[in-house]
């Protein structure tokens, strides 16, 4: 079959590849179905081993399926009121942190992608710099107090509210967006914002997805900042909830009895596992929605007329 | 772009203005961060009840005890300093130099009487805080517990065999409870002896075999003091850990396992001996983490080893506690406005028996209920029986696990009999060693990597099969030029010059 | 011939107006301005804090209050046998990470945008990020079943291989031999990063044009070569800059994984910048030692990325960070 008449049946609906393409797409089906297996085994135990019997479970191997079956560590976790409240807090900073992440990022790359805006790479420069140099913890908690943001629910959101990492992700997005685009809009007479929020983010969906990813997860799970900026338990974040739940089992002062029934084995491998799956799973929930935002890829054509 | 801007002006605002901050008037408040690892509630029953006995509005800055370090360092650099906190060594010295302590001596007499009765002559002002008859910190003595090196009775029927009294006897009761199946079910999977890397304490007693207090100064006959690496019998020791190893006495994951999973073994009845502390293995986790069945009385199931030395005929006990000097100490910043308040809420939660009971106990009648005071036996009440609704409301909490500062806290008052008896029976065999109260400047400096290189070595020598003694020759000379030289004169110079 | 551009070079049109460009620009640069306050404000106003690494620094006494000691602490750093070892082992853990964990990702998203199905697609999407939110203790806490000789699944598959056909493979914890550690270290890194490395190229991936694709088909062009002649040119200023990124953190080799692996008989080949300087300045509060440090790596990273920028500006003029 000559690859003329190829083209042609496609154009005309039916989709066919030649042998070498359907064995090479098997084979990669294959390939990612193995591979998927081995990313999502070790997911499968920490979940298996947190909802095993403590006992049972020590003696380690594959958890295929939970050995026992006992919600106590779960318990351990869940049972104290304050997880709702680090919970709440945790949901909120990842909300509007990553909102307001999300808009500065894309304020900030947008000028950046202009190839003719005069000075682009010196200001790139300056943020770059930024990833490589840092104060310091001190340095820059001194600054968060002398900003009077100590104790205050801004001062979770505020200090990492942009990383230059995933400003340039965007940037790089937007620049390899055809700047035709830009221009032929401007000379139609739009402004700079209605350019960027009509017709450069909708493009950029696939790129504001992923940073809103990597800023979300940092949001959630980022520690230092609720340690050092605050102090009060009405503002604990669901991680330093979990970084005590988790010192306390493997300290000699574990919890150990529960109303009613005081010999439950807790062992705090299992506890870490409990730990890990109350973080992860909010996230793992979050992302499917988040991954519609790269459906298959764009015509940028199109929107250009 | 206007009602952009706008906009994110508004956001900020609306953040900014979630963080009232509200004034209060009538009782004093005293901040006092606290490091612990419990799930504790906003505003808990214990809380409420400490602030409603001392007339002081409390407010507890909760930190982890892995982060607490972090945190301060970070405050003190700040100069936002907690009206209460703990705090150690140099930087604790720093501290007071720099006049951001408060002196409690002249508020002791009138609103710390506690305090003063359960110190000793003398013992207050031996702190290093401390400078002459100034008193800038308090220290927690509720933590001196000495390892014991326990057995299971029942491992030792089953072999037939004595409780060992000497090293050979030890090692012929290791290798029964490795090869002769002590547990009874048919399998080869049990070890003499599990010790880590990770878990200092559990090679303790071996080296207390050898006449060496591991992990610690030694007082070298010379007069010098220096690592126990140096101790003339160390590798008599190495080798009989390696006649260990190689028989697959010593479980093989002693360096990578980590300390909980070496007391899982324990638990697990993997190992039939364990060096351990008395609180950790018979009182708090006693039966709860025991995965196989035991005896009420943990008496019953364990006793403890003895090893007589066969060169010098002592009894070869754990290292011997120390109060360690200069240790986290409780201090009063100078900023704090009521510092008499700081001190009445000091002396009656550390110092006094009720305060004490509060804080590691709870409420009484409320959460708990004593059955025995006398010989403290008492019981939980209702919902409060369970250990997470119990901390959640406060019990546990403030009191680091330990129920008080002084030598007889709530916590070692409620110890069972086997605890404390075996504790007073291994305290009189105490290995001493060369402690040395003062913070020398060498271990600033070089402390945690001369450590380092001496779990190094302990490790590779344990497993090499080179030449033991010329790889032993370079981990000295490591160790030497990496700031030991420097540490050992001045750890002997001090000796010298105060012993 | 398959057109290798992801889209044809245009020269800007001259016949715009001069002061409605102004005007544009002048709304540009006002879009930069809260970016640049964060920036300032949160980044370059605590940036004196590296004065540290140059002063007798003590948090009692404060940064004004403490002695100029110039390089001092970068020479004691420098001089210390464990230090130079941790640098040794830090370029070569950091190399191999590059070397093997920088092209995983990208082929790894090659691969998942040849899957068809969406479902299936998705599935594999999600799976691969998953390692990603496990923290190294857990890891290790899983590699540890894998690997101790008591308990561990390969011991016990290796015994039991020993015993049926009568041969002597070694057995022995990966974990703790120096031979074997970098190993475990490159594997485990690349099975926990890959995936969430994808991220980046598949959104890359999702925004090639596809009447790019459709050119290709009309020349002619399989998909292999479609891949070859379309993906990977439109991916190359997201890989680059990735590299120049990654180039530039070439001496973080690693902190968490190795502070969780890391075991005294394999600390040899395993210490590492970071590890040593947590280890030491635990102790005390040593920041000037810890911010030496850090200032250290950081000026290596800073001479990598411009070399790494200049080279990728030689090869393509439109890429780089700069």
């Known amino acids: ?305 | 772009m206007k009602k952009l801007l706008s906009l994110l002006l508004a956001l900020l605002l609306c953040l900014s203005a979630m963080s009232v901050v509200s004034a209060e008037d009538g009782p004093h408040t005293i901040t006092f961060m606290l490091s612990g690892d419990n799930t504790v509630t906003d505003e808990n029953l214990v809380l409420s009840e400490i602030r409603q006995r001392t007339g002081i509005n409390l407010v507890v800055n909760y930190i982890s005890s892995g982060d607490y370090q972090t945190k301060i360092n970070t405050l003190i650099a700040a100069n936002t300093l907690p009206d209460i906190f703990s705090i150690s060594g140099q930087t604790a010295l720093d501290l007071r130099d720099a006049g951001k302590l408060t002196d409690m001596r002249p508020y002791l007499e009138e609103y710390g009487p506690h305090i003063l009765a359960s110190y000793e002559e003398g013992e207050l002002e031996e702190l290093l805080i401390n400078e002459g008859d100034a008193v800038y910190g308090l220290n927690d003595r509720s933590g001196l517990v000495i390892n014991t090196f326990l057995i299971r009775k029942d491992w030792l029927e089953k072999v037939g065999l004595d409780n060992p009294t000497s090293v050979d006897e030890l090692y012929e009761v290791m290798r029964a409870f490795t090869f002769d199946d002590p547990d009874g079910n048919g399998e080869d999977d049990t070890y003499g002896y599990v010790a880590a890397i990770k878990a200092p304490n559990t090679w303790e007693h071996v080296f207390s075999a050898f006449g060496i207090p591991f992990n610690v100064l030694n007082l070298l006959e010379d007069g010098t003091v220096t690592t126990y690496m140096k101790n003339p019998r160390y590798l008599e020791c190495i080798e009989f850990l390696r006649t260990l190893y190689s028989e697959g006495i010593l479980d093989p994951d002693f360096a990578t396992m980590t300390q909980m999973e070496s007391f899982e073994r324990f638990w697990n009845g993997k190992v039939g001996m364990f060096n351990w502390n008395s609180v950790g293995s018979m009182r708090n986790w006693y039966p709860g983490r025991y995965v196989f069945e035991v005896p009420e009385q943990p008496g019953d199931l364990f006793a403890r080893i003895e090893i007589v030395d066969d060169e010098t005929g002592e009894i070869c006990g754990g290292k011997k506690p120390y109060a360690d000097l200069s240790s986290y100490c409780a201090v009063i910043a100078k900023s704090c406005e009521h510092p008499e308040d700081a001190i009445r809420l000091l002396d009656y939660l550390y110092y006094t028996p009720e305060g004490g009971d509060l804080v590691f106990l709870g409420v009484e009648d409320v959460m708990y209920r004593w059955i025995d005071k006398e010989n403290g036996l008492y019981e939980r009440i209702g919902e409060y029986a369970d250990d997470v609704t119990h901390r959640a409301a406060g019990g546990y909490v403030y009191s680091a696990g330990r129920g008080g500062w002084t030598v007889d806290n709530s916590s070692v008052r409620t110890y069972n009999a086997f605890a404390r008896e075996s504790q007073q029976e291994e305290m009189a065999v105490a290995r001493d060693w060369p402690y040395i109260p003062v913070i020398l400047d060498a271990y600033t400096e070089y402390g945690t990597q001369l450590n380092a290189i001496e779990m190094e070595a302990l490790a590779n020598l344990i497993v090499t099969t080179g030449d033991v003694e010329a790889e032993y020759a370079e981990y000295i000379a490591r160790w030497e030029n990496e700031g030991g030289l420097q540490y050992e004169a001045e750890a002997t110079q001090w000796w010298a010059d105060n012993r | 011939m398959v057109n290798s551009g992801c889209r044809p070079k245009k020269r800007v049109s001259a016949w715009h107006s001069f002061v409605r460009s102004l005007h544009m620009d002048f709304l540009l640069y006002a879009l930069l301005i809260p970016g640049l306050i964060y920036f300032t404000v949160f980044k370059y106003a605590p940036m004196y804090g590296v004065i540290i690494g140059f002063k007798d620094y003590n948090i009692v006494s404060g940064l004004d209050n403490a002695n100029w000691l110039g390089f001092g602490i970068f020479r004691d750093l420098f001089q210390r046998a464990a230090f130079q070892r941790a640098f040794m082992n830090n370029i070569i853990i950091s190399f191999l990470k590059i070397l093997w964990g920088f092209p995983m990702p990208i082929i790894l998203s090659l691969l998942i945008n040849e899957v068809r199905s969406r479902a299936y697609k998705k599935y594999v999407q999600t799976t691969v990020i998953l390692p990603h939110f496990i923290s190294w203790f857990i890891i290790y806490g899983m590699l540890y079943a894998l690997c101790n000789l008591s308990t561990g699944a390969i011991p016990q598959v290796l015994k039991s291989i020993n015993e049926t056909f009568g041969v002597r493979i070694d057995i022995v914890n990966y974990l703790a031999q120096k031979e074997t550690f970098l190993n475990v270290l490159i594997i485990s890194y690349l099975w926990q990063s890959s995936g969430y490395g994808t991220i980046v190229y598949l959104a890359a991936i999702t925004g090639i044009d596809q009447q790019l694709y459709e050119a290709a088909m009309i020349d002619g062009a399989g998909k292999p070569r479609q891949m070859w002649h379309v993906t990977l040119p439109c991916l190359r200023p997201t890989i680059i800059i990735m590299l120049i990124f990654r180039v530039g953190s070439i001496m973080n080799a690693g902190f968490d994984q190795i502070f969780a692996m890391s075991n005294s008989l394999v600390i040899s080949v395993a210490d590492i910048i970071d590890t040593y300087v947590y280890r030491i300045g635990m102790e005390e509060a040593k920041f000037s030692l810890a911010t030496a440090a850090g200032l250290f790596k950081s000026v290596i990273g800073l001479v990598l990325v411009l070399g790494t920028n200049w080279i990728a500006k030689k090869v393509d003029p439109e890429s780089g960070i700069m």
């Not at chain 1, 914002?193 to 450069?200: K, Y």
């Open chain 1, 1 to 305: 079959m000559t690859t003329k008449e190829n083209v042609k049946r496609r154009g005309s609906g039916g989709i066919r590849r030649t042998r070498g393409e359907r064995i090479g797409n098997r084979i990669i089906v294959v390939l990612l179905g193995m591979l998927s297996i081995v990313m999502i085994y070790p997911f499968w135990h920490v979940l298996m081993y947190s909802i095993s019997d403590g006992a049972k479970a020590l003696g380690g191997g594959l958890f295929f399926w939970p050995k026992g079956f006992s919600l106590f560590s779960y318990g351990l976790v869940l049972r104290n009121a304050q997880i709702w409240v680090s919970y709440k807090n945790t949901i909120l900073k990842t909300l509007i942190g990553t909102a307001l992440s999300v808009l500065l990022s894309a304020l900030t790359a947008y000028p950046l992608s202009i190839r003719r805006l005069k000075g682009r790479r010196i200001i790139s420069m300056y943020i770059f710099f930024t990833m490589l140099f840092s104060g310091g913890t001190i340095p820059t908690y001194l600054l968060v107090k002398n900003l009077g943001l100590i104790d205050t629910f801004a001062a979770l959101i505020l200090p990492g509210a942009v990383s230059a990492y995933n400003m340039f992700i965007l940037r790089n997005y937007m620049l390899s967006l055809p700047p035709e685009l830009e221009e032929s809009a401007r000379i139609d007479g739009a402004r700079a914002t209605t350019i960027l929020f009509r017709i450069i983010l909708p493009l950029s969906t696939p790129s504001l997805a992923a940073i809103a990813m990597f800023y979300g997860v940092s949001n959630w799970n980022s520690y230092m900042d609720a340690l050092l900026y605050t102090n009060k338990l009405s503002l604990q974040t669901l991680q330093l909830y979990l970084r005590q739940v988790l010192l306390q089992t493997s300290s000699s002062n574990a919890a150990m009895t529960v109303a009613g029934k005081t010999e439950e084995y807790v062992s705090d491998t299992q506890v870490q596992m409990v730990i890990v799956a109350v973080s992860v799973i909010p996230i793992l929930i979050a992302y499917p929605w988040l991954q519609r935002f790269y459906t298959k890829g764009i015509t940028v054509g199109a929107v250009k007329g």
